[in-house]
Protein backbone atom coordinates (compact mmCIF):
# COMPACT_ATOMS: atom_id res chain seq x y z
CA UNK A 1 0.00 0.00 0.00
CA UNK A 2 3.05 2.27 -0.07
CA UNK A 3 2.27 3.70 -3.24
CA UNK A 4 -0.74 5.66 -1.38
CA UNK A 5 1.73 7.92 0.01
CA UNK A 6 3.70 8.29 -3.09
CA UNK A 7 2.97 12.37 -3.41
CA UNK A 8 3.69 12.70 -0.30
CA UNK A 9 7.61 14.10 0.10
CA UNK A 10 9.29 15.35 3.07
CA UNK A 11 9.85 19.13 2.83
CA UNK A 12 13.63 19.70 3.08
CA UNK A 13 12.49 22.40 5.35
CA UNK A 14 12.22 20.00 8.34
CA UNK A 15 16.20 20.21 8.80
CA UNK A 16 15.39 23.63 10.15
CA UNK A 17 12.42 22.71 13.06
CA UNK A 18 13.37 21.89 16.16
CA UNK A 19 12.23 17.75 17.44
CA UNK A 20 9.37 19.54 19.52
CA UNK A 21 7.95 21.51 16.63
CA UNK A 22 8.40 18.39 14.61
CA UNK A 23 6.79 16.25 17.55
CA UNK A 24 3.67 18.46 17.91
CA UNK A 25 2.77 18.66 14.12
CA UNK A 26 3.32 15.24 13.96
CA UNK A 27 0.62 15.12 16.83
CA UNK A 28 -1.64 17.46 15.52
CA UNK A 29 -2.49 15.58 12.32
CA UNK A 30 -2.52 12.45 13.96
CA UNK A 31 -5.29 13.91 15.73
CA UNK A 32 -7.07 14.52 12.21
CA UNK A 33 -6.19 11.72 10.82
CA UNK A 34 -8.17 10.09 13.55
CA UNK A 35 -10.86 12.41 14.11
CA UNK A 36 -11.74 11.59 10.55
CA UNK A 37 -11.86 8.32 10.57
CA UNK A 38 -14.00 8.43 14.09
CA UNK A 39 -16.36 10.27 11.56
CA UNK A 40 -16.38 7.65 8.88
CA UNK A 41 -17.18 4.92 11.39
CA UNK A 42 -19.67 6.68 12.68
CA UNK A 43 -21.14 7.32 9.59
CA UNK A 44 -21.00 3.86 8.97
CA UNK A 45 -22.77 2.78 12.15
CA UNK A 46 -25.38 4.83 11.82
CA UNK A 47 -26.39 4.00 8.08
CA UNK A 48 -26.00 0.27 9.15
CA UNK A 49 -28.47 0.64 12.14
CA UNK A 50 -31.04 2.44 9.91
CA UNK A 51 -30.37 0.07 7.11
CA UNK A 52 -31.23 -2.87 9.56
CA UNK A 53 -34.42 -1.35 11.22
CA UNK A 54 -35.98 -0.66 7.61
CA UNK A 55 -37.68 -3.93 5.94
CA UNK A 56 -37.81 -2.33 2.54
CA UNK A 57 -34.19 -1.14 2.52
CA UNK A 58 -32.51 -4.88 3.35
CA UNK A 59 -35.00 -6.27 0.61
CA UNK A 60 -33.77 -4.10 -1.52
CA UNK A 61 -30.46 -4.68 -0.78
CA UNK A 62 -30.17 -8.25 0.60
CA UNK A 63 -32.82 -9.28 -2.07
CA UNK A 64 -31.66 -8.10 -5.16
CA UNK A 65 -28.15 -9.53 -6.38
CA UNK A 66 -27.49 -6.72 -8.59
CA UNK A 67 -28.19 -4.02 -5.89
CA UNK A 68 -25.56 -6.18 -3.63
CA UNK A 69 -22.65 -6.89 -5.89
CA UNK A 70 -23.13 -3.75 -7.00
CA UNK A 71 -22.63 -2.35 -3.97
CA UNK A 72 -19.72 -4.30 -2.99
CA UNK A 73 -17.54 -3.46 -6.65
CA UNK A 74 -18.56 0.22 -6.06
CA UNK A 75 -16.77 0.57 -2.27
CA UNK A 76 -13.55 -0.96 -4.01
CA UNK A 77 -14.00 0.98 -6.64
CA UNK A 78 -13.90 3.68 -4.46
CA UNK A 79 -11.26 2.96 -2.19
CA UNK A 80 -8.99 2.35 -5.90
CA UNK A 81 -10.52 5.63 -7.10
CA UNK A 82 -9.50 7.67 -3.79
CA UNK A 83 -6.16 6.18 -3.61
CA UNK A 84 -5.12 6.51 -7.48
CA UNK A 85 -6.00 9.93 -7.64
CA UNK A 86 -5.97 11.39 -4.56
CA UNK A 87 -3.05 13.64 -5.71
CA UNK A 88 -5.05 14.91 -8.29
CA UNK A 89 -8.55 15.64 -6.36
CA UNK A 90 -9.08 18.79 -4.37
CA UNK A 91 -9.19 18.29 -0.29
CA UNK A 92 -13.00 18.88 -0.73
CA UNK A 93 -13.50 16.23 -3.32
CA UNK A 94 -11.15 13.25 -1.19
CA UNK A 95 -13.22 14.55 1.93
CA UNK A 96 -16.55 13.64 -0.27
CA UNK A 97 -15.34 10.24 -1.56
CA UNK A 98 -13.84 9.19 1.59
CA UNK A 99 -17.79 9.47 3.22
CA UNK A 100 -19.31 8.58 0.35
CA UNK A 101 -17.10 5.23 0.89
CA UNK A 102 -18.10 5.06 4.35
CA UNK A 103 -21.69 5.50 3.96
CA UNK A 104 -21.73 2.47 1.26
CA UNK A 105 -20.04 0.56 3.25
CA UNK A 106 -22.90 1.06 6.07
CA UNK A 107 -25.22 0.09 3.44
CA UNK A 108 -23.95 -3.85 3.03
CA UNK A 109 -22.60 -4.01 6.79
CA UNK A 110 -26.34 -3.85 8.05
CA UNK A 111 -26.25 -7.54 7.76
CA UNK A 112 -24.21 -7.41 10.80
CA UNK A 113 -27.23 -5.96 13.01
CA UNK A 114 -29.37 -8.92 11.22
CA UNK A 115 -27.37 -11.91 12.14
CA UNK A 116 -25.84 -10.93 15.47
CA UNK A 117 -27.68 -9.54 18.79
CA UNK A 118 -27.36 -5.90 19.44
CA UNK A 119 -25.12 -6.84 22.82
CA UNK A 120 -22.69 -8.70 21.21
CA UNK A 121 -21.77 -6.20 18.93
CA UNK A 122 -21.63 -3.43 21.28
CA UNK A 123 -19.25 -5.44 23.36
CA UNK A 124 -17.05 -6.60 20.18
CA UNK A 125 -17.22 -2.54 18.93
CA UNK A 126 -15.55 -1.85 22.37
CA UNK A 127 -13.05 -4.42 22.44
CA UNK A 128 -12.48 -4.28 19.05
CA UNK A 129 -11.68 -0.05 19.89
CA UNK A 130 -9.78 -0.90 22.99
CA UNK A 131 -7.46 -3.07 20.93
CA UNK A 132 -6.99 -0.73 17.84
CA UNK A 133 -6.32 2.16 20.64
CA UNK A 134 -3.76 0.21 22.44
CA UNK A 135 -1.82 -0.89 19.13
CA UNK A 136 -2.46 2.79 17.25
CA UNK A 137 -0.44 4.19 20.63
CA UNK A 138 2.12 1.51 20.44
CA UNK A 139 2.70 2.23 16.35
CA UNK A 140 2.86 6.12 17.33
CA UNK A 141 4.92 5.57 20.27
CA UNK A 142 7.10 3.06 19.61
CA UNK A 143 10.85 3.76 17.96
CA UNK A 144 11.31 0.35 16.59
CA UNK A 145 10.90 0.01 12.70
CA UNK A 146 7.52 -2.03 12.05
CA UNK A 147 8.22 -2.28 8.08
CA UNK A 148 9.00 -6.24 8.68
CA UNK A 149 5.87 -6.70 11.18
CA UNK A 150 3.87 -4.51 8.13
CA UNK A 151 5.25 -6.79 5.04
CA UNK A 152 4.85 -10.23 6.71
CA UNK A 153 1.00 -8.73 7.73
CA UNK A 154 0.64 -7.99 4.18
CA UNK A 155 1.83 -11.11 2.43
CA UNK A 156 -0.48 -12.76 5.33
CA UNK A 157 -3.19 -10.58 4.04
CA UNK A 158 -2.98 -12.05 0.64
CA UNK A 159 -3.01 -15.13 1.62
CA UNK A 160 -5.99 -14.96 3.89
CA UNK A 161 -8.05 -13.11 1.00
CA UNK A 162 -7.19 -16.49 -1.59
CA UNK A 163 -8.40 -18.25 1.88
CA UNK A 164 -11.55 -17.24 1.90
CA UNK A 165 -12.11 -17.30 -1.27
CA UNK A 166 -11.40 -20.98 -1.89
CA UNK A 167 -13.73 -21.24 1.78
CA UNK A 168 -16.49 -19.52 -0.50
CA UNK A 169 -16.37 -22.45 -2.54
CA UNK A 170 -15.22 -25.07 0.16
CA UNK A 171 -17.43 -23.94 3.47
CA UNK A 172 -15.00 -25.66 5.46
CA UNK A 173 -15.19 -24.61 9.50
CA UNK A 174 -11.90 -25.68 9.91
CA UNK A 175 -10.52 -23.22 6.93
CA UNK A 176 -13.16 -20.56 9.12
CA UNK A 177 -11.59 -20.59 11.87
CA UNK A 178 -8.24 -20.38 10.90
CA UNK A 179 -9.14 -17.17 8.93
CA UNK A 180 -10.70 -16.23 11.98
CA UNK A 181 -7.80 -15.89 14.40
CA UNK A 182 -5.51 -15.02 10.92
CA UNK A 183 -7.41 -12.80 10.21
CA UNK A 184 -7.35 -10.69 14.15
CA UNK A 185 -3.64 -11.27 13.95
CA UNK A 186 -2.93 -9.23 10.44
CA UNK A 187 -5.34 -6.69 11.28
CA UNK A 188 -3.81 -6.00 14.79
CA UNK A 189 -0.32 -5.79 13.14
CA UNK A 190 -1.43 -3.50 10.26
CA UNK A 191 -3.13 -1.12 13.08
CA UNK A 192 0.57 -0.42 14.65
CA UNK A 193 2.23 -0.70 11.07
CA UNK A 194 0.11 1.64 9.08
CA UNK A 195 0.29 4.51 12.51
CA UNK A 196 3.63 4.56 11.98
CA UNK A 197 3.33 4.72 8.08
CA UNK A 198 1.27 7.38 8.68
CA UNK A 199 2.86 9.46 11.15
CA UNK A 200 6.52 9.50 9.19
CA UNK A 201 4.61 9.91 5.95
CA UNK A 202 3.44 13.24 7.25
CA UNK A 203 4.89 16.18 4.67
CA UNK A 204 6.05 18.58 7.97
CA UNK A 205 5.69 22.02 7.36
CA UNK A 206 2.32 22.08 5.74
CA UNK A 207 -0.10 22.32 8.33
CA UNK A 208 -3.70 23.47 7.57
CA UNK A 209 -3.18 23.50 3.56
CA UNK A 210 -5.03 21.25 1.17
CA UNK A 211 -2.01 18.55 1.32
CA UNK A 212 -2.39 18.16 4.49
CA UNK A 213 -6.07 17.37 4.94
CA UNK A 214 -5.32 14.91 2.27
CA UNK A 215 -2.39 13.26 3.97
CA UNK A 216 -4.78 12.52 7.03
CA UNK A 217 -8.30 11.59 5.13
CA UNK A 218 -5.95 9.47 3.57
CA UNK A 219 -4.55 7.62 6.67
CA UNK A 220 -7.71 7.90 7.76
CA UNK A 221 -9.12 5.69 5.22
CA UNK A 222 -6.38 3.10 6.00
CA UNK A 223 -7.21 3.12 9.95
CA UNK A 224 -10.95 2.74 8.98
CA UNK A 225 -9.86 0.18 7.19
CA UNK A 226 -7.73 -1.63 9.52
CA UNK A 227 -10.59 -1.33 12.35
CA UNK A 228 -13.43 -2.30 10.60
CA UNK A 229 -11.65 -5.72 9.01
CA UNK A 230 -10.31 -6.35 12.96
CA UNK A 231 -14.13 -5.39 14.06
CA UNK A 232 -15.26 -8.17 11.80
CA UNK A 233 -13.25 -10.98 12.69
CA UNK A 234 -13.30 -10.18 15.80
CA UNK A 235 -17.16 -10.33 15.39
CA UNK A 236 -16.69 -14.05 14.09
CA UNK A 237 -14.90 -14.71 17.34
CA UNK A 238 -17.11 -13.29 19.98
CA UNK A 239 -20.54 -12.16 18.46
CA UNK A 240 -23.79 -14.18 19.19
CA UNK A 241 -26.00 -15.20 16.60
CA UNK A 242 -29.64 -14.28 16.74
CA UNK A 243 -31.67 -17.11 17.12
CA UNK A 244 -33.57 -17.71 13.63
Known amino acids: MDHQFNYFQREAGQGSMSAAAIAAEQLSFMNKVYMWMAAALTLTALTAMYVSSSVPLLKMIFGN???????????????????????RMSAQAATSVFFLYAF??????????????????????????????????????TKSDLSTIGNLCFMLLIGLIIASIFNMFMASSTIY???????????????????QRIKEMNVIGNEGTEE?????????????????????????????????
Open 104 to 141: VNGLTLSVVFIAYTSASIASTFFLTAATFAIMSAYGYF
Open 177 to 195: WITTYLGIFIFVGLTAYDT
Open 65 to 87: PVIFYGLIIGELALVWYLSAGIK
Open 212 to 244: DQKEAIMGALILYLDFINLFLYLLRLFGDRRNN
